[in-house]
């Protein structure tokens, strides 16, 4: 179980995220929308840790991640791997080598230095790579890859680090719809695999409520909508995207509550 508990973070002039409390159940795979600046990065980088919180705690199975330091902090990290928009490859070298380096944890830092991978460690980025169909492109540059197939590529290092949460930000959002979808797949796929929790930004509303079997929607830090795919019917998003709107815009009030389910508004106070 991952407990938010009035998790916030402040900026200058901001409040990019605002007393967020949630409950996700291990396994789950949680789609968080909501307009852009709505705080969707902010939170999924406060639960490993890459923003600090302002305040609030996290805990994932027990122990509180927000108190964690030095190298309890480091393999708190280790277990919780993110995905990012850019993928965040190193270009020149080759995809069998990228995935290696969600290894790095496994591995004595001399020998991922020196390229001295175990052939343990080998197998298991082939391994990873066989599942998505990019075993044949082990040995090739990683820029020389498609977006979609380099998301993948990203994914298997996230797999290999053998993580118990992917903490994905907007995996999808540079993208073409084909790409996109494949992406997704490869996500569910690890998720209903080997159970690993799975949170996931998205912009798509019709990728998040095809694949994801809870929903997060946040409006300007606060958390607006929690509810099942079935749950964000048109009528709703709108009013999930004009608390939004309505948010941003001084002196304008929210639209009226009873346009949402009153369990959605519950914390839009
Ligand atoms: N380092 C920072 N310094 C100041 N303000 C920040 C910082 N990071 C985020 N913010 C602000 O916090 C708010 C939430 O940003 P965040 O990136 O979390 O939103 P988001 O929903 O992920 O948006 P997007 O979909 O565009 O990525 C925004 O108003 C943003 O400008």
């Not at 200058?12 to 291990?26: E, W």
């Not at 122990?63 to 490859?89: I, K, P």
């Not at 909508?225 to 009013?239: C, H, I, K, N």
Request: aromatic content about 6%; glycine content about 8%.
């Amino acid at each position: 179980m991952l407990v938010i508990e009035e998790l916030t973070r402040r900026y200058p002039g901001c409040v990019a995220v605002d007393r967020v409390s949630l409950r996700i159940v291990s396994g789950s795979f949680v789609g968080v929308i909501g307009r852009s600046g709505a705080g969707k990065s902010t939170l999924l980088r406060m639960l490993n840790r890459l923003v600090e919180p302002s305040a609030g705690r996290v805990f994932w199975r027990g122990q509180e991640v927000t108190a964690l330091r030095g190298a309890a902090l480091r393999a708190w990290r280790s277990r919780c791997a993110m995905v990012f928009q850019q993928f965040n490859l190193s270009g020149r070298l080759d995809v069998l080598t990228n995935v290696l380096v969600g290894r790095l944890n496994h591995v004595p830092a001399y020998r991922s230095l020196l390229r001295l991978w175990p052939e343990e460690d080998r197998a298991i980025a082939l391994a990873a790579l066989e599942q998505f169909d990019m075993g044949g492109l082990a040995a090739q540059r990683a820029e020389r890859l498609s977006g979609g197939q380099q998301q993948r590529v990203a994914i298997c290092r996230a797999l290999v680090q053998e993580p118990e949460l992917i903490l994905a930000d907007e995996p999808v959002a540079s993208l073409d719809p084909r790409n996109a979808r494949l992406v997704m797949e490869a996500l569910a796929d690890i998720n209903r695999r080997f159970g690993i929790t799975v949170l996931c930004n998205l912009h798509s509303l019709e990728l998040a409520r095809g694949y994801c079997d809870r929903l997060i929607g946040l409006a300007a830090g606060r958390l607006v909508f929690d509810g099942t795919p079935e749950m964000l019917t048109e009528e709703v998003a709108r009013d999930l995207y004009g608390l939004e709107e309505a948010a941003a815009t001084p002196g304008r009030a929210p639209p009226p509550r009873p346009a949402l389910t009153p369990a959605l508004t519950a914390q839009y106070a």
